[in-house]
């Protein structure tokens, strides 16, 4: 069983920045490939960004590149996203999730929830303007 705990959710300003944290176990957190996923209220779960498991591979969705910036850090087990020029629109509760890495399929494969086969809870993430 693999646990996803995220953190660091909360209210900014537009403009402003914010790192959410996705905390796991050793085990689960070298092998598998992560992913963020968001969901505004209305509407359907979105890809944000994934990562590779030696992290050095990653892939965003088109919108958000530039302003966006998915990490992972092995010794704290922890993976983050670092969201910048935050606009009222990214406005949602951030998902982790974590994908069984088949060793043979790209990093953009993993863009989609379906290939995900653990989730964290979420945490909200409040842009005003």
């Known amino acids: 069983q693999v646990q996803l705990v995220e953190s660091g959710g909360g209210l900014v300003q537009a403009g402003g920045s914010l790192r959410i944290s996705c905390a796991t176990s050793r085990r689960s957190f070298v092998n598998y490939v992560m992913g963020w996923f968001r969901q505004a209220p209305g509407k359907e779960r979105e890809f944000v960004a994934s990562?590779?498991?030696?992290?050095?591979?990653?892939y965003y969705v088109d919108s958000l590149k530039g302003r966006f910036t998915i990490s992972r850090d092995y010794a704290k087990n922890t993976m983050y996203l670092q969201m910048n020029s935050l606009k009222p629109e990214d406005t949602a509760v951030y998902y982790c999730?974590?994908?069984?890495?088949?060793?043979?399929?790209?990093?953009?494969?993993?863009?989609?929830?379906?290939?995900?086969?653990?989730w964290g809870q979420g945490t909200q993430v409040t842009v005003s303007s």
């Open positions: 999730a974590a994908a069984i890495d088949h060793g043979y399929y790209s990093i953009t494969y993993y863009s989609s929830a379906s290939r995900y086969s653990y």
């Open positions: 990562i590779d498991r030696s992290g050095g591979g990653t």
